[in-house]
């Protein structure tokens, strides 16, 4: 037949044939095939292999949700006498498995303000086997200096894991910055397109089996047609971020200098205190931004409610402008006292912001204003 398809197929088996037992037992004993999908798929493997390339790593490990990446790394590399050091900024999923589930186990756990690096140093100098870090962070963008604190970790036989959804591979390459272990969650930037939840590890050599052999016991990995969005995802990844760091800084410009708007946090900006660290860290500042509003609750829930462009939505990394307001959902936990602590006002606004015309989002954003 003349004419290949450009795509390659998306392979939907469970399970494999063999030609015979030997066969089947070597793939079994060494790994030279597929035997059954949730070990290991070929459409699954082939997305990896491009992450992998994509991140600098040797490996990369496909789950069905950025949280089954996360617990499943962390539960294969610790065990009962562990330590885990995390900052307190971590995604809410994460925090609350490493902070609240897992202490269940036995396990010891310290989060620390990832701006207090003092203390952060210290509790790394009291040794642990994981260092567990998130930059930029969620949902004031705040960006941790990551390669002092990999070279203390290492220094003191540390594992530094780092959650890099809010960077994409395009913005950051963590595994320049010492991290031992890079974690995405797919549904964000790495799909695009809201349409999947997927979750990536991405590691050496030295990580890769004992990863990907727990995900084999725990069965988080993702089906193959999610794979194939992904790497469908994967074509247009650094055309979209680069569009959303574009979009991003614009937004950010404007907002900064709109009556209504308090302060926005957007590490871009050269007013942010983190600028310099983006500056030298990342290769663009990303498509995430937050902005509090001169009003109270209300207001702000007014604002948003009068968007009209751009979707009131949780989630991020879409190539649609998303908005929430995180006290009314993805902070609704936490107590007054808590949100006080982690600077979580009831008058702040999440913009994901998307590949659209960055005039249609302004000129979205101008107009709810006008409303509160
Ligand atoms: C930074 C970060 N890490 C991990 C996750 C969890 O990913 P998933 O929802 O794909 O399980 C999220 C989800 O919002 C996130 O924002």
Redesign the pocket.
């Known amino acids: 037949m003349k004419g290949k398809p450009i795509l390659p197929p998306v392979y939907f088996s469970a399970t494999y044939q063999f030609d015979c037992t030997d066969d089947l037992v070597d793939v079994v004993q060494n790994r030279t095939g597929f035997i059954y999908s949730r070990w290991d798929n070929p459409t699954v493997f082939e997305v990896e292999k491009i992450l992998a390339n994509l991140e600098g790593y040797d490996n990369a490990i496909g789950f069905g949700?950025?949280?089954?990446?996360?617990t499943t790394t962390i539960l294969t590399l610790i065990n009962k006498n562990s330590r885990i050091i995390t900052v307190r900024e971590?995604?809410g999923?994460?925090f609350a498995f490493i902070n609240k589930l897992l202490p269940k186990l036995g396990i010891q756990t310290i989060d620390v303000n990832c701006d207090d690096i003092d203390t952060l140093k210290a509790e790394i100098k009291k040794g642990a086997t994981i260092l567990y870090l998130?930059t930029p962070t969620?949902p004031l963008l705040k960006v941790i200096d990551v390669k002092p604190l990999a070279d203390l970790a290492h220094k003191n036989d540390i594992i530094v894991i780092l959650?890099s959804?809010?960077a994409s591979p395009i913005n950051q390459r963590p595994m320049e910055l010492g991290v031992d272990i890079t974690?995405h969650?797919?549904?964000?930037y790495l799909g695009g397109h809201h349409d999947i939840?997927?979750?990536f590890v991405c590691c050496q050599k030295e990580y890769f089996e004992l990863i990907w052999d727990c995900r084999r016991v725990m069965g988080g990995i993702l089906d193959p047609m999610t794979a194939y969005l992904v790497a469908r995802g994967l074509k247009t990844l650094e055309i979209r971020v680069l569009r959303q760091n574009e979009n991003a800084i614009k937004i950010a410009k404007f907002l900064s200098k709109h009556k209504k708007v308090e302060i926005v946090h957007y590490p871009g900006l050269p007013s942010s205190p983190y600028y310099e660290i983006a500056k030298r860290q990342m290769k663009g500042f990303g498509g995430m931004l937050s902005f509090e509003i001169k009003s109270d609750f209300e207001g702000t829930k007014r604002f948003v409610d009068n968007l009209k462009f751009i979707k009131i939505a949780?989630?991020?990394g879409g190539v649609s402008t998303l908005a929430t307001q995180p006290v009314t959902n993805?902070h609704v936990g936490l107590s007054e006292e808590e949100r006080k602590k982690s600077g979580i006002s009831d008058s702040l606004v999440r913009i994901s912001v998307g590949v659209e015309n960055p005039d249609l989002i302004i000129d979205d954003i101008k107009q709810a204003l006008d409303k509160v």
Do not use: P, R, V, W
């Open positions: 949700s950025g949280m089954s990446a996360i971590t995604y999923g994460t998130e969620n959650d959804t809010f974690i969650s797919a549904t964000k939840t997927a979750g949780t989630s991020l993805t």
